[in-house]
């Protein structure tokens, strides 16, 4: 069984990061393909694995993320300092685990696609 992702942003920039909860990447699980029906992950840990979208095999990141309403299925992330850092497409996935599971939450028709731009840095 596989569960599906939507992203709330499509994109970032490379080297941001954050500590406010209204600036974090976000999403939402849901249990069908036509992204209608919010899974309830209120009983699960959640980590977000990033990955080029051409090398799945290689992961650029993977930390924990924190749930935002758990009986909506929603999430977040908020980036630190060094992570998300190299532009390119990126695919997310979100990984749900408790004890004697665990689920992946995928996306469907590019709706775990993360553009990293890069930014003007200013000194």
Do not use: F, H
């Not at 849901?30 to 699960?44: F, G, Q, T, W």
Request: glycine share 6%; charged share 25%; aromatic share 10%.
């Amino acid at each position: 069984m596989v569960y599906y992702l939507k992203l709330d942003q499509k994109t970032w920039g490379a080297g941001d990061y954050v500590a406010d909860n209204t600036l974090a990447l976000t999403g939402t699980i849901y249990s069908d393909e036509a992204l209608s029906s919010a899974v309830n992950i209120s009983s699960y840990t959640l980590k977000i694995k990033v990955y080029p979208r051409e090398r799945p095999d290689w992961y650029q990141l993977s930390e924990d993320a924190d749930i935002v309403s758990g009986s909506d299925g929603t999430w977040r992330y908020k980036p630190t300092i060094n992570k998300l850092d190299n532009a390119g497409v990126y695919r997310v996935v979100i990984q749900l685990s408790k004890t004697d599971e665990r689920l992946s939450a995928i996306g469907i028709k590019g709706s775990d696609e993360l553009l990293v731009r890069n930014v003007p840095t200013i000194t």
